[in-house]
């Protein structure tokens, strides 16, 4: 059987998240496969540091948690995206990882192009945590 529990307390848990990482985090994205978990050291070349807006994230509504704000940056070196992390606003907790591909790819997060030219703008349009347990 699978757990399943109510939409307030989905929301309730994906807004605790935001609170736990705390305002103004910071996203990098890296080349080559992700680490086995979040407390591992980054591998790959880091392609993209982005700071996030202080409220960087809406309200949850649904079971789900959409991005807020405007998450760009100018990518500081060229490479293949394979994986992201999302560490807190000292940049010395990763508190959540996850893979990057192309449209379509099946990735936590998906690019329009993976493939980053050097001092180029990186721009996330979309990103959505949703509760597993509804």
């Not at 109510?6 to 080559?32: K, M």
Request: charged content about 10%; proline content about 4%; glycine content about 10%.
């Amino acid at each position: 059987m699978s757990l399943q529990e109510s939409v307030a307390v989905a929301n309730a848990a994906l807004d605790q998240r935001e609170v736990i990482i705390g305002a103004s985090p910071f996203l990098h994205f890296y080349t080559g496969a992700m680490p086995a978990n979040c407390a591992a050291a980054a591998t790959g070349v880091q392609l993209v540091v982005m700071d996030l807006p202080a409220d960087w994230m809406a309200a949850a509504a649904a079971g789900s948690k959409d991005l807020a704000g405007l998450w760009a940056v100018k990518s500081n070196a060229a490479g293949l995206a394979g994986y992201f992390r999302l560490y807190n606003n000292a940049q010395t907790i990763c508190h959540q990882q996850g893979t990057i591909t192309g449209l379509g790819g099946g990735g936590d997060m998906e690019m329009d192009d993976p493939n980053i030219p050097n001092n180029k703008w990186v721009i996330v349009d979309s990103y959505t945590l949703t509760s597993l347990s509804l």
